[in-house]
Nanobody
Framework: QVQLVESGGGLVQPGGSLRLSCTAS????????LSWYRQAPGKERELVAS???????NYADSVKGRFTVSRDNARDTVYLQMNSLKPEDTAVYYC???????????WGQGTQVTVSS
């Protein structure tokens, strides 16, 4: 059974930093793609960053230069280092994973990130 467990959310002041972690389990060969999405109140869920097993990252324009996605393939864990946080980064952040040979996301339970003074 696939499971994604996130950690690291919280309250931070504007300009501050947070690091999110997500560990995947239950994949036969490990996840091919690990991603972070976010959903703010009243808005649709959006892709923040993703990273393939090869290490190639992809970022939303709104977070380029501020967020860094990385992964540890030995631990099936993905990280999201978030720097220079802005109030508009406030959202529930979800980890997602895609298995090799499929296009369907498995989802974590979400972790709240609040950027406020």
């Amino acid at each position: 059974q696939v499971q994604l467990v996130e950690s690291g959310g919280g309250l931070v002041q504007p300009g501050g930093s947070l690091r999110l972690s997500c560990t995947a389990s239950g994949f036969t060969f490990g996840p091919e793609v690990l991603s972070w999405y976010r959903q703010a109140p009243g808005k649709e869920r959006e892709l923040v960053a993703s990273i393939r097993a090869s290490g190639k990252p992809n970022y939303a324009d709104s977070v380029k230069g501020r967020f860094t996605v990385s992964r540890d393939n030995a631990r099936d864990t993905v990280y999201l280092q978030m720097n220079s946080l802005k109030p508009e980064d406030t959202a529930v952040y979800y980890c997602a994973a895609i298995a090799w040979g499929t296009n369907n996301n498995y989802w974590g339970q979400g972790t709240q990130v609040t950027v406020s003074s």
